[in-house]
């Protein structure tokens, strides 16, 4: 049975970050875009625990670092994910409220 990224230590996560960096360039190479993603998706949720949920608050707004037409405000933090809406250019707020790594958020805006 696999260890879930909670019980990893930071070096194993970092461990793991390079491997699956590693697997998602292969996958990438090869025009296989859902290997692909699936990769890069398990690299947000290891970074997200070498980050610290404390650093991150409700009702503040954060850019989302792939996804640059966005900017994401957290209604609340659960573990190692913001809940809230994606904000679009027009400062427009998506209905549809979601959880995302911590790890996906880039910098906080006044």
Not at 8 to 31: C, D, F, I, N, P
Not at 66 to 87: L, M, V
């Given at each position: 049975?696999?260890?879930?990224?909670s019980?990893?230590?930071?070096?194993?996560?970092?461990?793991e970050v390079?491997a699956?960096?590693?697997?998602?360039?292969k996958a990438?190479?090869?025009?296989n875009v859902?290997?692909?993603?699936?990769?890069e998706?398990?690299i947000q949720?290891?970074l997200a625990y070498?980050?610290?949920p404390e650093d991150?608050?409700?009702g503040?707004?954060?850019?989302?670092?792939?996804?640059?037409?966005?900017t994401f405000k957290?209604?609340y933090?659960?573990?190692?994910?913001?809940?809230?809406?994606?904000?679009?250019l027009l400062?427009?707020?998506?209905?549809?409220q979601?959880?995302i790594?911590?790890?996906m958020?880039?910098?906080?805006?006044?």
């Amino acid at each position: 049975m696999e260890k879930r990224y909670s019980e990893y230590t930071v070096g194993e996560l970092r461990e793991e970050v390079a491997a699956l960096k590693e697997k998602a360039q292969k996958a990438e190479q090869l025009g296989n875009v859902s290997e692909f993603a699936i990769h890069e998706r398990k690299i947000q949720m290891a970074l997200a625990y070498m980050m610290n949920p404390e650093d991150y608050a409700a009702g503040e707004t954060y850019e989302l670092q792939q996804d640059p037409g966005h900017t994401f405000k957290i209604s609340y933090i659960n573990g190692r994910f913001a809940w809230g809406n994606r904000i679009n250019l027009l400062g427009e707020m998506v209905e549809k409220q979601e959880a995302i790594p911590i790890s996906m958020l880039g910098k906080k805006l006044d």
